[in-house]
């Protein structure tokens, strides 16, 4: 079989580099600020905008943590700030000896008294209000107005409070609807199914009883943009790299081809075995009308449900793929 080469279009306008609006002038945006929550799916939105902005390579990159250990699990619930504090009086008790004993055996005995988080990159900080104020305000004479982008519940208070603490040294946008008071923030970024509940059909098939808890409760103003999806960073460009790297082990195979994407257990899918083998069962029947398949899993998708769909799927159907 010949292999022929996968061609990608060219970004629009032909050129590369930072949009015109950030090319030059008095006004000119030459750095990033991005507020994270450690999930992928928020960062790599944030990531996504930077990049388009041509910023990707003037990023400085905080990460909000939540405590780990012991009951923590269960308090993601509060808000972050609180959550903190609680963290702070249960180590207090439980670093006591006096106190340790009564609690053996109970739930609380194995909470840990030390908390290391690894980031895995030496470039993301540990995400601190008053240090990012105190950078963007000193360096504002050199480097100019400063973009904060944030994304995820965890971001919001420290989002807001950045614009609060330094109106004239930063432009926040905070991507994803922060429920309520959206003039904390210059700019709000959000996939128009967040006001599903306001338009007509969403009326109809939303109870009244519940329109009030559904964000949000009116009509986007002019500093909320919005989205047909959420943001990625798969541009042109990254789209070309990845028809690269991957043509010498994808062109040869016959074709149609399906590639089938599994991701991790949601709380409204919180899959098990159970849907793992009726997928198989799919796979099996949509075998018989393509020519390859092949299967990616993400990083949530829970070792035992890829073990079972990868070897009872590969195995049987080797000669075929």
Request: with cysteine; proline share 7%; hydrophobic share 40%.
């Amino acid at each position: 079989m010949s292999i022929r080469p996968v061609w990608m279009p060219e970004p629009p306008g032909g050129g590369t580099g930072a949009p015109e609006i950030f090319a030059g002038g008095a006004g000119t945006v030459r750095r990033a600020i991005v507020i994270g929550n450690g999930c992928a799916g928020a960062e790599n939105q944030c990531l996504g905008l930077v990049r388009a902005l041509g910023l990707a390579d003037r990023l400085t990159l905080y990460r909000i943590t939540r405590p780990i250990g012991g009951i923590n699990k269960w308090l993601h619930f509060l808000p972050i700030s609180l959550h903190k504090i609680v963290d702070q009086i249960l180590r207090h008790i439980f670093s006591n000896t006096t106190f340790a004993p009564l609690f053996q055996g109970k739930m609380l005995a194995p909470y840990p008294v030390h908390n290391v988080q690894s980031f895995g990159l030496s470039s993301v900080l540990e995400a601190d209000t008053k240090k990012i104020v105190t950078v963007v305000h000193d360096t504002f004479e050199k480097e100019g107005l400063a973009i904060v982008v944030a994304c995820g519940r965890d971001t919001i208070s420290y989002a807001s409070s950045v614009r609060f603490l330094a109106p004239d040294n930063v432009f926040v946008i905070q991507i994803q609807h922060p429920r309520y008071r959206l003039d904390r923030f210059d700019l709000v970024v959000t996939p128009r199914h967040d006001y599903y509940a306001l338009t007509a059909k969403g009326q109809q098939e939303i109870p009244r009883l519940f329109r009030t808890w559904i964000t949000p409760r009116e009509p986007p103003g002019p500093n909320v943009v919005l989205t047909a999806g959420a943001l990625h960073q798969a541009d042109s460009a990254t789209l070309r790299i990845a028809a690269t790297n991957w043509h010498d082990e994808l062109a040869p195979l016959t074709k149609p081809l399906v590639v089938v994407n599994i991701g991790g257990p949601t709380r409204n899918c919180n899959y098990g075995v159970d849907l793992a083998k009726q997928l198989v069962s799919s796979l099996h029947k949509v075998l018989k009308t393509c020519g390859s398949v092949r299967i990616s899993f993400s990083r949530r998708t829970p070792q035992k449900r890829r073990i079972y769909v990868e070897l009872d799927f590969l195995l049987q159907n080797l000669t075929r793929t």
